[in-house]
């Protein structure tokens, strides 16, 4: 037994006698944000309401093209 938790002696209760500690208390600290300033305000809302990059959206525009016209190449060799 150690601080007064867990069994006084693991023998005979079917375990070896770890105990292990419950964490699940200590997360709810962690999720609370303390802003110190002005700037750190403005810098997570920055990330909150950051727009897409542009070179991203026209290569997924570029790449839908792409699979119509391959769809449309496969659709005119079947017939």
Known sequence: ?????????????????YVQANLANLLLSKKRVAYNSEVDIKRAEAEI???????????NRKRHIELKCTDFEMLMENK
Do not use: V
Request: charged residues 20%; aromatic residues 4%; hydrophobic residues 20%.
């Open 1 to 17: 037994m150690y601080n007064g938790i867990g069994l006084q002696t693991a023998r005979g209760s079917g375990t070896n006698g």
């Open 49 to 59: 309401n950051k727009q897409p990059n542009k070179e991203l959206l026209e290569h």
